[in-house]
């Protein structure tokens, strides 16, 4: 009591007593929610006291090369595991990581295939679970202790991806941790497989796990495995996938252990140590090679997968000295009821993958490749949104975050005197593919995706064509499926799968490689529906490079009122093989065709009705006037572009008949292209007049900077802004009540709403 009066006149709280109120607070904690401190952190740890006791004793180069070299081999050992006996598609075809990490929670060597992206997401629950649970009288860590997790907020790319993590004891104490992360598709939401587009805050998001215990003594608990597996659509697959991440970790384990029994824990934490920080040195001393300068560009988001609109992904990026700093201000406000967002570690996982992937191959796959590259961004963004924001469609804008990068550092390469790596124009970046969901033809309820997504076309190098349906933005030695396989468990049939669709192409002096047709239609089930969840049905999601284009828009096409099994067997020859000719020639009397945009909601479909999308094309690369002809003719033989198309585009003259090149006639037509370029162009000074303007046209649903001021970002209109650094809502109106409030005006203008006729 005396101590409390004379606080309250004015004397301060001795020592004792702050640490009371300190461990008053701490004990009363009302909810861990996302920690800032760890989620805005993508640099390594410190080095901690056992780590530098390590080096002193354990630092040979010889051994640190063998013991990093047995931990890979382990890293890809449980990557291949996971992918073999993975029930989930995304753990059949790659879309999976398995690393290993230091006792401080940093990832120091990671499986050589799988999805890289992770690298920059999985230490931040880690992080996590060392600040908040090892201490924890009601948590703790221990031994035989497994963690499981899959919200974003925390760390990871969206709650599709799941993780199994595993601390790793030596004789009671803690060395490293290893882990396990799969995209595992169904988790709860909304809408089945993962990812729904129609979630307007994180509750429709579905199962969100922080960081929790989930296996004690290497065995899975029941009770939480009861309650998870209650909690999604396929319970099944949710246990199975949860042994296969346990049992791929374990393995890793045996592999660390007997490095431990063999050389011993300070060799190991050493390696560890010395690799993350030894990647890190390295990418300081090859960025400090790179020319100092800046460059600007900017990707366009054409949806927020419920309605058109232009959002803007910004992006500078600037080089002095050993720093380089991805600069994102001036990017579109987060969509506060909209599922496209993404938190900064989402982003920066991406923009990993550029160099992981596209620029230093030859690193050790690992947290510290990225470490010393910076990121800005505004508070409250389309690319750093807030904790209540929804963002189980991430890859929107992750994946034109990573183009926007890949974009920039292809011109600091070019620029480059001497060049270790090819530059490369933009790979597609979008998930052109089918979600499904409902009962399948054994009543069992399903949901997840095909891994047609994982099949993008790569960009155009300076030197040759881009590789068709290559690989994914977000990992490396994926695969694109077996349809086949998944036809004994759904009830679809892809009718088209991997046919090159003609004409959507990148073209350039080396165009993109090109992506396939897919037509799905139901057959066995009358509860089966389909989503597709990307952009660029209206504006390409990336840009070609040095005069190469971009790919093309890729719109979603419906054949209703026919039933396609009906059709194959009475009247096959009916029935044709690739968009074009369906929608042109409309074969099926009496159905309807339809096209539009790709961010589709989930849908139930009846039996035979066709959806039909196209995976896109990577970008070109170069000037086409410089394409070689041949190539042109190569693709006309390969059916990857029309006669027409490739004439106009490339101005090649050739026999129609014999496709015979008339080069005279070519030199000819490329000239008088070249001079037609000049006579249509302005002086820069005078093209700026007329194009560039103070703000968006008022018609225009905009989001983001407009021109170089990046202070002042737009919210979907000329006449409503905000302050980049002061955050402000930013909802879309119910695209249902956007349409009731059309027709209501269509039946006033025809005097049908009980008033005058307007």
Same mark, same amino acid.
């Given at each position: 009591?005396?101590?409390?009066?004379?606080?309250?006149?004015?004397?301060?709280?001795?020592?004792?007593?702050?640490?009371?109120?300190?461990?008053?607070?701490?004990?009363?904690?009302?909810?861990?929610?996302?920690?800032?401190?760890?989620?805005?952190?993508?640099?390594?740890?410190?080095?901690?006291?056992?780590?530098?006791?390590?080096?002193?004793?354990?630092?040979?180069?010889?051994?640190?090369?063998?013991?990093?070299?047995?931990?890979?081999?382990?890293?890809?050992?449980?990557?291949?595991?996971?992918?073999?006996?993975? /029930?989930?598609?995304?753990?059949?075809?790659?879309?999976?990581?398995?690393?290993?990490?230091?006792?401080?929670?940093?990832?120091?060597?990671?499986? /050589?295939?799988?999805?890289?992206?992770?690298?920059?997401?999985?230490?931040?629950?880690?992080?996590?679970?060392?600040?908040?649970?090892?201490?924890?009288?009601?948590?703790?860590?221990?031994?035989?202790?497994?963690?499981?997790?899959?919200?974003?907020?925390?760390?990871?790319?969206?709650?599709?991806?799941?993780?199994?993590?595993?601390?790793?004891?030596?004789?009671?104490?803690?060395?490293?941790?290893?882990?396990?992360?799969?995209?595992?598709?169904?988790?709860?939401?909304?809408?089945?497989?993962?990812?729904?587009?129609?979630?307007?805050?994180?509750?429709?998001?579905?199962?969100?796990?922080?960081? =929790?215990?989930?296996?004690?003594?290497?065995?899975?608990?029941?009770?939480?495995?009861?309650?998870?597996?209650?909690?999604?659509?396929?319970?099944?697959?949710?246990?199975?996938?949860?042994?296969?991440?346990?049992?791929?970790?374990?393995?890793?384990?045996?592999?660390?252990?007997?490095?431990?029994?063999?050389?011993?824990?300070?060799?190991?934490?050493?390696?560890?140590?010395?690799?993350?920080?030894?990647?890190?040195?390295?990418?300081?001393?090859?960025?400090?090679?790179?020319?100092?300068?800046?460059?600007?560009?900017?990707?366009?988001?054409?949806?927020?997968?419920?309605?058109?609109?232009?959002?803007?992904?910004?992006?500078?990026?600037?080089?002095?000295?050993?720093?380089?700093?991805?600069?994102?201000?001036?990017?579109?406000?987060?969509?506060?009821?909209?599922?496209?967002?993404?938190?900064?570690?989402?982003?920066?996982?991406?923009?990993?993958?550029?160099?992981?992937?596209?620029?230093?191959?030859?690193?050790?796959?690992?947290?510290? @490749?990225?470490?010393?590259?910076?990121?800005?961004?505004?508070?409250?963004?389309?690319?750093?949104?807030?904790?209540?924001?929804?963002?189980?469609?991430?890859?929107?804008?992750? =994946?034109?975050?990573?183009?926007?990068?890949?974009?920039?550092?292809?011109?600091?390469?070019?620029?480059?005197?001497?060049?270790?790596?090819?530059?490369?124009?933009?790979?597609?970046?979008?998930?052109?593919?089918?979600?499904?969901?409902?009962?399948?033809?054994?009543?069992?309820?399903?949901?997840?995706?095909?891994?047609?997504?994982?099949?993008?076309?790569?960009?155009?190098?300076?030197?040759?064509?881009?590789?068709?349906?290559?690989?994914?933005?977000?990992?490396?030695?994926?695969?694109?499926?077996?349809?086949?396989?998944?036809?004994?468990?759904?009830?679809?049939?892809?009718?088209?799968?991997?046919?090159?669709?003609?004409?959507?192409?990148?073209?350039?002096?080396?165009?993109?490689?090109?992506?396939?047709?897919?037509?799905?239609?139901?057959?066995?089930?009358?509860?089966?529906?389909?989503?597709?969840?990307?952009?660029?049905?209206?504006?390409?999601?990336?840009?070609?490079?040095?005069?190469?284009?971009?790919?093309?828009?890729?719109?979603?096409?419906?054949?209703?009122?026919?039933?396609?099994?009906?059709?194959?067997?009475?009247?096959?020859?009916?029935?044709?093989?690739?968009?074009?000719?369906?929608?042109?020639?409309?074969?099926?009397?009496?159905?309807?065709?339809?096209?539009?945009?790709?961010?589709?909601?989930?849908?139930?479909?009846?039996?035979?009705?066709?959806?039909?999308?196209?995976?896109?094309?990577?970008?070109?690369?170069?000037?086409?006037?410089?394409?070689?002809?041949?190539?042109?003719?190569?693709?006309?033989?390969?059916?990857?572009?029309?006669?027409?198309?490739?004439?106009?585009?490339?101005?090649?003259?050739?026999?129609?008949?014999?496709?015979?090149?008339?080069?005279?006639?070519?030199?000819?037509?490329?000239?008088?292209?070249?001079?037609?370029?000049?006579?249509?162009?302005?002086?820069?000074?005078?093209?700026?007049?007329?194009?560039?303007?103070?703000?968006?046209?008022?018609?225009?649903?905009?989001?983001?900077?407009?021109?170089?001021?990046?202070?002042?970002?737009?919210?979907?209109?000329?006449?409503?802004?905000?302050?980049?650094?002061?955050?402000?809502?930013?909802?879309?109106?119910?695209?249902?009540?956007?349409?009731?409030?059309?027709?209501?005006?269509?039946? @006033?203008?025809?005097?049908?709403?009980?008033?005058?006729?307007?």
């Amino acid at each position: 009591m005396n101590d409390m009066s004379n606080t309250s006149r004015g004397k301060l709280p001795s020592a004792e007593e702050i640490s009371l109120i300190q461990k008053f607070l701490n004990d009363t904690t009302l909810f861990l929610g996302p920690d800032p401190e760890i989620m805005q952190n993508h640099d390594l740890m410190p080095r901690s006291a056992d780590e530098e006791v390590a080096i002193s004793k354990a630092s040979d180069a010889h051994t640190i090369a063998k013991i990093r070299d047995r931990i890979q081999a382990g890293c890809d050992e449980g990557y291949e595991m996971v992918e073999q006996m993975g /029930a989930a598609p995304g753990a059949k075809w790659g879309d999976v990581i398995t690393g290993v990490y230091s006792a401080s929670g940093d990832l120091a060597i990671a499986s /050589a295939g799988g999805v890289l992206i992770f690298s920059a997401l999985v230490h931040h629950p880690i992080k996590f679970i060392i600040k908040n649970w090892i201490n924890d009288p009601t948590v703790g860590v221990r031994e035989g202790d497994g963690f499981i997790h899959n919200d974003s907020r925390y760390g990871n790319v969206h709650n599709t991806d799941q993780s199994m993590i595993l601390p790793i004891f030596h004789r009671g104490k803690l060395v490293c941790w290893v882990a396990s992360t799969v995209h595992e598709g169904e988790n709860g939401a909304i809408e089945p497989g993962g990812m729904p587009s129609m979630a307007e805050s994180p509750s429709d998001e579905g199962l969100k796990m922080s960081p =929790f215990r989930v296996v004690e003594n290497y065995q899975i608990k029941r009770d939480i495995l009861t309650f998870l597996q209650n909690s999604v659509r396929e319970p099944k697959l949710q246990y199975e996938d949860m042994k296969v991440k346990l049992f791929a970790c374990l393995r890793i384990k045996q592999r660390i252990e007997e490095t431990l029994n063999a050389d011993g824990p300070e060799a190991l934490i050493s390696t560890l140590r010395l690799t993350m920080e030894n990647v890190r040195a390295e990418v300081k001393r090859r960025i400090s090679e790179w020319p100092d300068m800046t460059v600007r560009t900017y990707i366009i988001q054409d949806s927020t997968l419920r309605e058109n609109c232009v959002v803007k992904i910004n992006c500078k990026l600037t080089k002095t000295g050993d720093r380089l700093i991805f600069d994102f201000r001036g990017s579109a406000p987060e969509f506060t009821n909209r599922a496209t967002n993404t938190i900064v570690a989402g982003l920066k996982g991406m923009l990993a993958q550029v160099f992981l992937c596209y620029v230093w191959p030859d690193l050790p796959r690992g947290q510290a @490749a990225f470490a010393p590259i910076e990121v800005i961004t505004d508070p409250n963004s389309i690319v750093n949104c807030s904790y209540d924001a929804p963002n189980s469609q991430s890859l929107m804008s992750i =994946f034109t975050g990573f183009t926007a990068g890949q974009h920039a550092v292809a011109k600091f390469l070019y620029s480059c005197p001497e060049k270790f790596t090819k530059v490369h124009a933009p790979t597609f970046n979008m998930i052109n593919t089918f979600i499904w969901g409902g009962v399948s033809q054994h009543g069992e309820t399903l949901g997840n995706l095909c891994a047609d997504l994982n099949g993008m076309g790569a960009g155009a190098t300076v030197d040759r064509d881009g590789e068709h349906a290559l690989a994914p933005i977000f990992a490396t030695m994926a695969d694109i499926g077996e349809q086949e396989l998944n036809e004994e468990e759904v009830p679809f049939l892809q009718l088209v799968s991997k046919k090159m669709t003609r004409d959507a192409i990148a073209p350039g002096k080396y165009r993109g490689g090109q992506g396939y047709t897919m037509m799905v239609a139901t057959k066995d089930s009358e509860q089966w529906g389909f989503m597709t969840v990307c952009q660029g049905a209206k504006i390409p999601p990336l840009q070609g490079l040095f005069g190469g284009y971009a790919c093309g828009a890729y719109p979603l096409s419906k054949v209703k009122g026919v039933d396609v099994y009906d059709v194959l067997l009475n009247t096959p020859e009916k029935f044709k093989h690739s968009i074009e000719e369906i929608m042109n020639d409309q074969p099926f009397e009496g159905a309807s065709y339809t096209t539009h945009h790709m961010g589709m909601g989930f849908e139930i479909s009846k039996r035979g009705e066709l959806f039909m999308i196209s995976q896109g094309a990577g970008a070109g690369y170069g000037d086409l006037l410089e394409r070689d002809p041949s190539g042109v003719i190569k693709d006309i033989e390969e059916g990857l572009i029309s006669p027409p198309v490739a004439a106009r585009l490339y101005k090649v003259v050739f026999d129609p008949e014999t496709l015979a090149i008339d080069e005279k006639a070519t030199e000819e037509a490329r000239a008088a292209e070249r001079r037609a370029r000049i006579a249509r162009s302005t002086p820069y000074a005078e093209f700026v007049k007329t194009w560039s303007k103070p703000t968006p046209p008022s018609h225009l649903q905009y989001f983001g900077a407009w021109g170089d001021d990046v202070s002042t970002l737009y919210m979907g209109g000329a006449d409503k802004t905000r302050d980049a650094d002061v955050p402000r809502p930013n909802y879309m109106p119910h695209p249902k009540d956007v349409r009731i409030a059309e027709l209501e005006a269509r039946l @006033a203008s025809l005097g049908a709403m009980g008033g005058e006729k307007q």
